[in-house]
């Protein structure tokens, strides 16, 4: 099992950069499919972001791209998701989440979430 612990999250105007970071505690981070999801109210949560095991390769929604990077530090145990140029719809709240398996565009696809974190775009 690995636990996840996101921080990072706050309010920002936009135009503005956050970066958000994901720890996570438990043996074989490396072994583990990495994304972020993000969740607004009254919305279904959706994919942002995912990397997989090596680091080598990342995917992105068609909202995400251009504006966001994930990486991962395998040595750390930790995932990031910078996010540059935000929008108001950017705000949500933001979940790392895990998978020893393949990679899902689904949160249904992933097994281990952390509590969120909370990202506030004003206009």
């Known amino acids: 099992q690995v636990q996840l612990v996101e921080s990072g999250g706050g309010l920002v105007q936009a135009g503005g950069s956050l970066r958000l970071s994901c720890s996570a505690s438990g043996r074989y981070f490396s072994s583990y499919v990495m994304g972020w999801f993000r969740q607004a109210p009254g919305k279904e949560r959706e994919f942002v972001a995912a990397?997989?095991?090596?680091?080598?390769?990342?995917y992105y929604a068609d909202s995400a791209k251009g504006r966001f990077t994930i990486s991962r530090d395998n040595a750390k145990n930790t995932v990031d998701l910078q996010m540059n140029s935000l929008k108001p719809e950017d705000t949500a709240a933001y979940y790392c989440?895990?998978?020893?398996?393949?990679?899902?565009?689904?949160?249904?696809?992933?097994?281990?979430w952390g509590q969120g974190t909370q990202v506030t775009v004003s206009s």
């Open positions: 990397i997989r095991r090596s680091g080598v390769t990342s």
């Open positions: 989440a895990a998978v020893n398996g393949a990679l899902s565009y689904s949160p249904s696809g992933f097994d281990y």
